[in-house]
């Protein structure tokens, strides 16, 4: 099939170079221009395991193009995938106007029947909005459309697995032939039936689940999706609070509920926050959502406000150890709102970093592929080489987003180098008793016998 994939962001360009691997012509459109020349010259925009690999090999063989004018696209595409951004308004609302500018664009230019299909993550109703500017804004005599909703549920970091494998394709359509043609489009994935560029013993895999639903479910599942996982992360966090205050371990009680296959273990690890380009603005959206559906949604604001004082809790602790922040020496590792991605949108160590330069510490940090996007943020801050370099003279070592490479850090080496060896641990990431053993203060979240915690009986 000739598919469009609008927008080269992180989904966009997953989707297109996943399609084209599975056989699908696709042209991949970015009105950042040097987003494009950057993907023409054989560049990545950005940083994504595997997606490298992937882009190269299917332009190479002439499934995947890049360009700048979506009018060029649509003319020669029955299929097209919106994959622009969303990003939350002031009050919190989504912000739609990328996605009513593509569709605009779209309208001005199409011709015959397109199936357009939002996998940008919008509030519910998004779907019924582009068929109401289709009607209008469509030259109906030449064109006609349908919409559909297909939210990505991929992973930052794992993202192009994701896609190969997903848990589930969610498609919201209103036509028997869209759902026809959104089956074709994934019926590679559906049926794992592709040649699986990661894997090298992929071996047979069972079908993916299809769910196919109306479109506003589909919508609604996506921001019920990312605000429920918000919701678990939150709760352990709370949890966690409670273990300091009266001397339990919060990853001993999350590890046991997590046992409970009701519940699972994942997004269960107490630490300093969810943050990255989709929970904090989707639970935000999602909240706006309810309340203007006239729904009671407070149990998400309190999701929200938990996780918002996770920088709070974490400063503070730093400060009762340290106690006078300015001029101390504050070794960062990590910025990335998670391991495997150099994306620092709303990332929880940013925000950390932010309070220490306000205090007057020396922050001195490093990342293995986010100080690039960092830097431009924060430009106060030093970039380091290494995490030794990192913790060379630091009063305290913050450790910050869980990279596997610090897991296998020489530790003896590090409290050498270090005025202070200390580490304070946002991702409980390290042993407590490994670090005991190496000579170095450690404090993590959650553990109520810590050397800043005094506990108190109840
Ligand atoms: N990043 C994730 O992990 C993830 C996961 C699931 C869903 N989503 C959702 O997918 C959407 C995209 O997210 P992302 O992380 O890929 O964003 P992104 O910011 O990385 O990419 C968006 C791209 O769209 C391009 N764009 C914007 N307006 C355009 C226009 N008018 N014409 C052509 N291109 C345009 C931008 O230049 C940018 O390259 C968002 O709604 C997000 O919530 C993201």
Redo the contacts with the bound molecule.
């Keep these: 099939m000739n598919i469009t994939v609008?927008?080269?962001?992180?989904?966009?360009l997953i989707t297109a170079s996943g399609l084209a691997e599975t056989g699908h012509r696709v042209i991949c459109?970015?009105?950042?221009q040097g987003?494009i020349d950057t993907l023409n010259a054989g560049g990545m925009p950005f940083y994504e395991p595997g997606l490298g690999d992937l882009v190269d090999r299917n332009r190479a063989a002439k499934r995947l193009e890049f360009i700048s004018r979506?009018e060029d696209a649509v003319a020669q595409c029955e299929v097209i995938f919106i994959?622009?951004?969303?990003p939350p308004l002031e009050d919190g609302e989504a912000d739609l106007s990328?996605v009513e500018?593509?569709a605009r664009r779209i309208s001005a230019c199409a011709r015959g029947y397109h199936l357009v299909i939002e996998?940008?993550?919008v509030p519910v109703q998004t779907g019924r909005r582009l068929q109401k500017h289709f009607s209008i804004y469509g030259d109906n005599s030449q064109s006609h459309y349908d919409v559909a909703s297909n939210p990505?549920?991929?992973?930052?970091g794992s993202g192009v697995e994701d896609f190969f494998h997903p848990d589930r394709i969610v498609i919201g359509v209103d036509s028997k032939k869209a759902a026809g043609l959104l089956e074709e489009v994934y019926r590679p994935v559906l049926e794992q039936s592709f040649v699986c560029p990661i894997h090298d013993s992929c071996g047979k895999r069972p079908h993916v689940p299809l769910v196919v639903t109306d479109i506003n479910s589909a919508e609604l599942i996506k921001h019920a999706s990312n605000s429920f996982l918000a919701m678990k992360i939150s709760f352990i966090n709370m949890i966690s609070d409670l273990c300091e205050a009266v001397g339990a371990d919060a990853g001993k009680v999350a590890q046991a509920i997590g046992m409970d296959s009701r519940i699972g273990s994942s997004f269960l690890r107490p630490g300093i926050g969810f943050g990255g380009?989709?929970f904090p603005k989707d639970l935000q959206a999602f909240v706006r959502v309810g309340q203007s559906a006239g729904c009671d949604f407070t149990l998400l604001r309190e999701v929200e406000r938990i996780n918002q004082r996770r920088v709070d809790l974490f400063v503070d602790k730093i400060k009762h150890e340290l106690w006078v922040l300015r001029g101390k020496r504050i070794g960062v590792w990590g910025l990335a709102f998670k391991p495997r991605t150099d994306d620092v949108r709303s990332a929880p160590a940013l925000a950390i970093i932010r309070r220490l330069l306000a205090e007057g510490a020396v922050v001195r940090a490093y990342d293995p592929q986010a100080m690039g996007k960092a830097k431009a943020q924060l430009p106060g801050v030093e970039y380091c080489a290494d995490a030794y370099v990192v913790a060379e003279g630091a009063d305290a070592v913050l450790a910050l987003t869980e990279w596997e490479e610090f897991l296998s850090l020489d530790f003896e080496k590090v409290r050498t180098m270090m005025a202070r060896p200390l580490i304070f641990d946002g991702r409980n990431m390290f042993s407590r008793i490994d670090m005991a053993e190496h000579g170095i203060e450690y404090v993590d979240v959650g553990s109520g016998a810590q050397l800043h915690n005094h506990t108190p009986t109840l």
């Design positions: 609008i927008g080269a962001g992180y989904v966009g459109v970015d009105d950042d987003k979506i994959c622009v951004g969303t990328s500018l593509v996998k940008s993550t990505e549920f991929l992973r930052e380009s989709c």
